[in-house]
């Protein structure tokens, strides 16, 4: 205990997002009940309250590092920068969401409430720095994705995907609380700070084999929070039967937040356990790089042909963190950041080109798109050749970043192993661009979503290849958050 | 101290076997009552431990109420067994493979050579004038009142979430009409139809 019986009234001033988001979405629930007509209210107050919220942590840029409530919340620039971009990102997929809701009779105030007290979860994820309020954070985020897939109850297929992930979900739970108390039964503490300096100073010799074990466990359950595989069984199945709005955040923004998990409890907390945990993660990034890359040739379902893509650019992220330097984090985190801006554009792309009753989610849908939309069909060509990894785009630069902060770390092999798979994952990719330009199709799409969505979807996707053409700023700025 | 180990020896047997039990109960009812026997060995562990408060709260909360719930659950839901069980043979022999292997590991690594008395002093006994909830509600409310607040959201939650799924809205909602069974009439109900025997081939013979 770091302040026994001590609470400080002024270390609020650090938690006022979380609190105004939190207040803000209880009104928003109760005013949700006295709206019976105007629905679109409750979407325009999510969307100011996702903005002032962000407003608010930005507006803590440049306090000095806090920890607070007893060890169990801080503040510091990866917080606060993961905090905006998260709440960024949800703007953004909102956004997207909006006109997919309304044409498939999904529009209710609770959605909204839902994804709101997702964010709340995430934030705590993000500024959780003992084993407790990680786990709740990590609970309420989790809470809320499952509802959020059931929403849709009419559909057996979603249902069916809510359950599935409901009930792994809480078997990785337990695993993690699991590796937490064994991590709490050495050490005697819940706070990071705390468990690492025991293992600094006393513990790493004499309870080497406990901390050990927790810590499979503990990868275990945030390797199956993120779908890496062999715990990636959930992902395909849970992205296609999700509402495509729902599948675009789930895919999107709790990413950041269980990557933040992972930089505080194995590189803050368990960081003189680096060459054991990095030999865990190894296994874990290499087999999701090449899973995810010959899975995903097979697929027809565009939503999973993403899953199995997610699958194999967090096989990336991980292996940033298997260098156990600093440099290698930031690239983790830089790649993370940019799979969030490039997996909304596609998303934003898949959303666009739904209809009432059409839920655009066959590859062979895409047949002959450049014909009828070629605005859009070139913002989609964008998006798949930077996840491709083709220069000039984002996404080449985020894995040119990792492979050369592992090749500068010995792992050569490794860094072979991923860009020969890399290759072989650029096919599914092109396929999508070929159908697009190559191929001719009898249908035609009229798009029905409004201009919002459009205008956004460009932005973002164009923003791939500015950041792409300048990436020096997002770099920096990974960088400066170690 | 010896008849406070003979006690934790009998509760923890206790526990194991009712936990057993409870799985592999073939009715449902039953297992719910093994459950509760679960919990009360499981309470009276933590008044071993000194934990009073959460061991009354255990019995209170889980056996009092969420159990009760549980077993009108239980007795409302037609659960067929053959298909629970239709799986079941078929993958026993590798979750027993695996159970062991899960076992052995952990028995290797959480013995009393990693927990014992040798590495960790065994805590002190409090005086008989200390006071469990006071300790607890000095810590909720002091340095743990964010996680504390946060559990309340998780609750919040909750709600939330199952109102929404379960929540059907006016039209497709089946209630009744109060005025509507008022106002039947007769006519509404019954209505009488003259059938000739003769016609549609049927004879009495």
């Known amino acids: ?482 | 101290m010896l008849f406070i180990q003979i006690l934790f020896y009998v509760f923890g047997f206790l526990l194991i076997v009712s936990s057993l039990a409870m799985i592999l109960a073939r009715n449902s009812a039953k297992s719910v009552l093994f459950l509760i026997l679960t919990f009360f060995s499981a309470a009276s562990i933590w008044i071993l431990l000194e934990a009073e408060f959460l061991a009354i709260t255990l019995i209170l909360v889980y056996v009092g109420a969420v159990m009760v719930l549980f077993l009108f659950v239980i007795k409302m839901l037609d659960i067929d067994k053959s298909t629970l069980k239709a799986k079941f043979t078929g993958y026993l022999p590798l979750g027993v493979a695996v159970a062991a292997i899960v076992i052995i590991e952990m028995a290797l690594v959480l013995g009393s050579k990693q927990f014992g008395l040798h590495k960790f002093s065994l805590p002190e006994r409090h005086p008989s004038d200390y006071s469990n909830i006071t300790e607890l509600a000095m810590q909720l409310y002091t340095s743990y009142v964010y996680p504390f607040e946060l559990a309340a959201v998780l609750l919040l939650i909750a709600i939330i979430s199952s109102i929404t799924l379960v929540h059907r809205s006016d039209g497709k909602r089946k209630s009744q009409s109060v005025s509507a069974q008022v106002n039947v009439k007769a006519k509404d109900r019954i209505r009488v139809v003259k059938i000739d025997s003769k016609i549609n081939g049927v004879k009495n013979d």
């Open chain 1, 1 to 482: 205990m770091i302040n026994n019986f001590q609470f400080d009234i002024s270390s609020l001033l650090f938690v006022i997002p979380e609190i105004f988001l939190l207040s803000a979405t209880i009104a928003i629930l109760i005013l949700n009940l006295f709206l019976t007509k105007n629905k679109q209210l409750v979407y325009y107050l999510t969307q100011l309250v996702l903005l002032v919220t962000g407003l608010l942590c930005f507006n803590l840029i440049g306090e000095t590092k806090a920890i607070i409530f007893g060890g169990s919340f801080i503040l510091d620039d990866i917080a606060l920068i993961f905090k905006i971009f998260i709440i960024a990102s949800t703007m953004v997929a909102m956004t997207y969401s909006r006109h997919y809701l309304i044409t498939h009779s999904l529009f209710v105030g609770e959605y909204f409430v839902l994804i709101l007290l997702s964010l709340l979860g995430m934030m705590v994820m993000v500024s959780g720095y003992s084993l407790l309020t990680m786990y709740l954070g990590l609970e309420i985020l989790s809470l809320s994705l499952y509802t959020l897939i059931a929403i849709a109850r009419d559909r057996t297929i979603a249902i069916e995907a809510a359950l599935k992930y409901f009930i792994l979900g809480s078997i990785s739970s337990g695993l993690l609380l699991y590796g937490m108390s064994m991590i709490y039964g050495v050490t005697g503490s819940i706070n990071i700070i705390e468990i690492a300096e025991f293992v600094a100073n006393t513990g790493i010799k004499s309870n080497l084999l406990v901390i050990n074990f927790s810590l499979v466990f503990l990868v275990i359950a945030i390797a199956f929070k993120l779908g890496a595989v062999p715990f990636h069984m959930w992902v395909p199945d849970v992205y296609q039967g999700s509402p495509t709005s729902v599948t675009m955040f789930i895919s999107t923004v709790p990413k950041m937040a269980v990557i933040a998990i992972l930089i505080r409890l194995l590189t803050d907390g368990l960081e003189y356990m680096h060459i054991y945990w990095s030999d865990l993660l190894i296994v874990l990034a290499l087999l999701s790089i090449a899973i995810g890359a010959v899975v995903a040739l097979k697929q027809t379902n565009i939503k999973r042909m993403l899953a199995y893509s997610t699958i194999s650019h967090i096989g990336f992220v991980i292996l940033g963190f298997v260098t156990g330097v600093i440099s290698g984090y930031a690239a983790s985190v830089f790649y993370i950041l940019v799979y969030i801006l490039t997996s909304l554009a596609a998303f934003g792309i898949i959303i666009l080109f739904n209809k009432k009753g059409f839920e655009a989610d066959k590859i062979i849908d895409y047949k002959g798109f450049s014909k009828h939309s070629p605005w859009f069909a070139l913002m989609m060509l964008i998006v798949m050749l930077s996840m491709a990894g083709i220069p000039p785009f984002i996404g080449f630069y985020s894995k040119f970043f990792i492979l050369q902060q592992v090749v500068a770390e010995g792992y050569v092999f490794v860094a072979i192993f991923a860009v020969v798979f890399a290759v072989i994952s650029s096919y599914y990719y092109l396929q999508i661009i070929k159908f697009m330009y190559f191929d001719q199709s009898e249908k035609t799409a009229i798009f029905s979503a409004p201009m919002d969505i459009k205008i956004v979807v460009s932005i973002n996707a164009v923003l791939i290849l500015i950041v792409g053409l300048f990436p020096d700023f997002w770099i920096e700025l990974s960088r400066s958050l170690f």
